[in-house]
């Protein structure tokens, strides 16, 4: 996984790439660490050019999308590919996250 701090749909989001695994651990703690919940907790997630997830990457997403929820915000991602966002609905991670 590589991650990039990029304008989504016009505001300050986090670009995702490649295949997400549990190998990306390290480098998705040292992300949240970097993104302010206080002063946007609205994270625009770009997923288009995720290749890949497995569980424990969902599971990655989950602590985004509790942190939003503890800021009194969300995750609204776009461009998921069709097979990623079926894993990600079969996880039910849309009853956390918008998908567009």
Same mark, same amino acid.
């Given at each position: *996984? /590589?991650?990039?701090?990029?304008?989504?749909?016009?505001?300050?989001?986090?670009?995702? =790439? @490649? +295949?997400?695994?549990? /190998? $990306?651990?390290?480098?998705?703690?040292? *992300?949240? @660490?970097?993104?302010?919940?206080?002063?946007?907790?609205?994270?625009?997630?770009?997923?288009?050019?995720?290749?890949?997830?497995? =569980?424990?990457?969902? @599971? *990655?997403?989950?602590?985004?999308?509790? +942190?939003? &929820? /503890?800021?009194?915000? &969300?995750?609204?991602?776009?461009?998921?590919?069709?097979?990623?966002?079926?894993?990600? +609905?079969?996880?039910?991670? $849309? =009853?956390?996250?918008?998908? &567009?």
């Amino acid at each position: *996984m /590589e991650y990039a701090f990029t304008p989504v749909d016009g505001q300050d989001g986090i670009l995702l =790439s @490649g +295949r997400c695994t549990y /190998e $990306d651990g390290p480098k998705f703690h040292a *992300m949240l @660490g970097q993104w302010d919940f206080g002063n946007r907790p609205v994270v625009p997630l770009d997923l288009r050019f995720v290749t890949f997830i497995d =569980s424990a990457a969902v @599971g *990655m997403l989950f602590i985004l999308a509790n +942190r939003c &929820r /503890e800021a009194n915000g &969300r995750i609204i991602a776009t461009g998921a590919a069709p097979h990623i966002l079926k894993s990600l +609905r079969r996880a039910a991670l $849309d =009853s956390y996250i918008t998908f &567009r």
